[in-house]
């Protein structure tokens, strides 16, 4: 059971206007004296990214230049689809692939990072969405280990991405294993846990995995497009967690995303991955009230990009493409 850490958000200090300027003074002033300190230093200006950490402004570092040995979740935007990269020591995990229209995005996210190799490549559910560039992934870089939904709990997949998917993970010797409650998965310095493994269904969003990813003060909660049968079975097994992260599940849709779910994880962070406009209306208003109802604070690739949460000496510190491109561009 992962344990609730410390508090994420900052407490909001209200201050007069005259305290307003005159923080705001001091703080230009130290701005422009560290440029002038820093550029007799070293013959050159600092970005402004160093002057923000310099100065302790919030969320100056963009996500890309995270350390690899920290420990985040990188909820990447591949539109309306789904791909989640765990991070701890130097490894990674993918939790699904996207489709096949953002294969090159989620390519080039991996590369932008360094990722060359995966210590686990995960397929919540046989859905184009979910596993459309899962092909490219193992094509082009080393997969350890893959772990597959229970295919007995449905009707065996028939379409022919998913056998393209079969066929790649076979030529590319991964280990391959199918998922159980119980299992753990090491990554890095953190695991990767099997709470539940589905139910019986003709429906294949009801395959996912509820999975919870520990690592130092990061826990995270996956659970794929798992409607309310996988988080009722879960509830059942009392096999659902407190964790610091909730991925929401199916793309944010009322199908999912229960109360009684949520209430048990208790997130201080849930990141919804979903494309711009998209047809479906996810996510949709009653999840989104949900998950203001326990207090969390909702983070979206369709308006915010790609999505990193990761521990820091801090605490757990957000941070989001689009916030990054407005700082470059100011």
């Known amino acids: ?22 923080f705001s003074l001091v703080g230009l ?10 550029a007799g230093e070293v013959g050159a200006a600092p970005t402004w990214q160093e002057i923000y950490t310099a100065v302790g402004l919030a969320d100056p570092l963009p996500a890309a230049d995270l350390p690899e040995n920290t420990d985040a979740v990188h909820f990447i935007d591949v539109d309306q689809a789904d791909a989640t990269l765990l991070q701890s020591g130097g490894e990674y995990c993918l939790v699904d692939a996207g489709d096949t229209d953002s294969e090159q995005k989620l390519m080039e996210y991996l590369e932008q990072r360094g990722v ?36 007995d709990k449905a009707p065996y997949p028939t379409t022919r991405l998913f056998e393209k998917v079969m066929e790649a993970i076979e030529a590319s010797g991964a280990a391959v294993t199918t998922a159980a409650p119980g299992q753990s998965f090491p990554v890095g310095s953190g695991t990767l846990q099997v709470l539940a493994a589905g139910v019986e269904t003709d429906n294949y969003n009801d395959l996912s995995q509820v999975l919870l990813f520990e690592s130092g003060e990061l826990s995270v909660v996956l659970s794929g497009d798992g409607e309310k049968p996988v988080e009722q079975a879960a509830l059942e097994a009392g096999a659902v967690p ?10 944010g849709s009322d199908t999912s995303n229960t109360l009684e779910f949520l209430q048990a994880v208790q997130p201080g962070y849930v990141a919804i991955s979903c494309g711009l406009g998209n047809s479906y209306g996810h996510p949709h208003a009653g999840a989104l009230e ?3 109802q326990v207090g969390a604070q909702v983070l979206r690739t369709d308006q915010d990009g790609s999505v990193v949460i990761a521990a820091t000496e801090n605490g757990l510190q957000s941070y989001t493409a689009n916030a990054a491109k407005e700082r470059e561009a100011a």
């Open 1 to 22: 059971m992962a344990k609730r850490k410390s508090s994420r958000r900052r407490r909001k200090i209200n201050l007069t206007p005259f305290q307003t300027v005159v």
């Open 290 to 292: 949900r998950f203001e």
């Open 116 to 151: 060359t190799r995966l210590k686990l490549l995960v397929m919540s559910h046989p859905h184009a969405d979910h596993i459309g560039s899962m092909a490219a992934v193992l094509e082009k870089l080393e997969v350890e280990q893959v772990l597959l939904p229970d295919f």
């Open 242 to 251: 407190r964790a610091d992260v909730f991925k929401a599940a199916h793309h």
């Open 29 to 38: 002033c130290l701005v422009l004296g560290l440029w002038v300190s820093a």
